[in-house]
């Protein structure tokens, strides 16, 4: 069965501490990776789609890669106003099957 | 322009009831999905309509659960006999063309919450 899996479900970093969140799929033919962002009571709201392993899009201060198995979005210089539910979700039949999340928080 | 829209955003009912949640694609999209978001779950598939026909219900939990689309435009799920488990925020997005690989924009959701 087709899976996505998040790590970490939760991340709590400094104003200006770059890292690192994955999105691990196993997924016969990918058709595509998308990483969405979601705020407390809002619906998500799409940030990137990545076709192929080695495809990198960036937008402000995230940055999403691709490999065959994994997703990153990378947060460089976060800022609390990045502080989010970040969702990765890939293809599936007609819809999209989702990861359950990785939760971001950034003080000030 | 407009995004997707739902209401109620909020909808309290007691265990028993029906109740209709409704949805207002992106105009000019003809993909529709609904899905099911529970505390600590991901988002969970219910149903994708293209244009007014629904190919994939799989998601539906149970028969007490309907969705409909007319006009190629507004979307309505319909619980019926409404159970505690019920309880999650439902939402609907759209997508242009209805190609799984197509970006679906989601709305704000509705929270139901069923006492």
């Known amino acids: 069965e087709d899976q996505v899996t998040q790590s970490p479900e939760a991340l709590r970093l400094q104003e200006g501490e770059s890292s690192s969140l994955n999105c691990s799929y196993t997924?016969?033919?990918?058709?595509?990776l998308f990483w969405y962002r979601q705020d407390p009571g809002k619906g998500p709201e799409f940030l990137f789609t990545?076709?192929?392993a080695g495809e990198e899009k960036e937008k402000e201060r995230l940055k999403a890669t691709l490999t065959k198995k994994e997703s990153f979005l990378h947060i460089t210089a976060p800022k609390p106003e990045d502080s989010a539910t970040y969702l990765c979700?890939?293809?599936?039949?007609?819809?999209?099957?989702f990861g359950k999340g990785t939760m971001l928080l950034v003080s000030p | 322009g407009a995004g997707v829209s739902q209401s109620p955003s909020n909808k309290v009912t007691e265990k028993g009831k029906d109740v209709e949640l409704r949805c207002d694609p992106i105009s000019g999209h003809t993909a529709l999905y609904w899905y099911r978001q529970s505390l600590g779950q991901g988002l969970e598939f219910l149903i994708y309509f293209q244009g007014n026909s629904a190919p994939d219900k799989s998601g539906l939990p149970s028969d007490r659960f309907s969705a409909e689309r007319t006009g190629g435009s507004v979307s309505t799920l319909t619980i019926q006999r409404t159970q505690q488990e019920d309880s999650a925020v439902y939402l609907c997005?759209?997508?242009?063309?209805?190609?799984?690989?197509?970006?679906?924009?989601f709305g704000p959701g509705t929270r139901l919450t069923v006492l």
């Open positions: 990545l076709y192929s």
């Open positions: 979700a890939v293809p599936r039949g007609s819809t999209l099957t």
């Open positions: 997924v016969s033919g990918l058709r595509g």
């Open positions: 997005a759209s997508s242009l063309v209805g190609s799984v690989t197509d970006t679906q924009y």
